[in-house]
């Protein structure tokens, strides 16, 4: 069993920040990549980041220049500092991580997903 838990949404001004945080626990051997999801109202789950084990990062175009991933490898945790939010970042933020279980099984693991919300 391998959990994901989400923290940091909240409400926020339009040009403001917030930073959000994904902790992954359970039986875990290691964690390949791990990315930032986001669904807004009636829309479909889109992705906004992901990042490898090694550092190397992805953006969504409509994210890029504005937010940045990073991950503790230590600590089974990556973060997604969202800076410059528009009210079209608002959704539901979804973390997922590439588990590789300490039977070396796979899995694709999801949070229970966090809200931001970017309106003055």
């Known amino acids: 069993q391998v959990q994901l838990v989400e923290s940091g949404g909240g409400l926020v001004q339009p040009g403001g920040s917030l930073r959000l945080s994904c902790a992954a626990s359970g039986s875990i051997f290691s964690i390949n990549a791990m990315g930032w999801y986001r669904q807004a109202p009636g829309k479909q789950r889109d992705l906004v980041a992901t990042?490898?084990?090694?550092?190397?990062?992805n953006y969504a175009s409509s994210v890029k220049g504005r937010f940045t991933s990073s991950r503790d490898n230590a600590k089974n945790t990556v973060y997604l500092q969202m800076n410059s939010l528009e009210p079209e970042d608002t959704a539901v933020y979804y973390c997922?991580?590439?588990?590789?279980?300490?039977?070396?099984?796979?899995?694709?693991?999801w949070g229970q997903g966090t809200q931001v919300t970017v309106s003055s």
């Open positions: 990042i490898t084990s090694g550092g190397i990062t």
């Open positions: 997922n991580a590439q588990v590789v279980n300490r039977d070396r099984s796979m899995l694709s693991s």
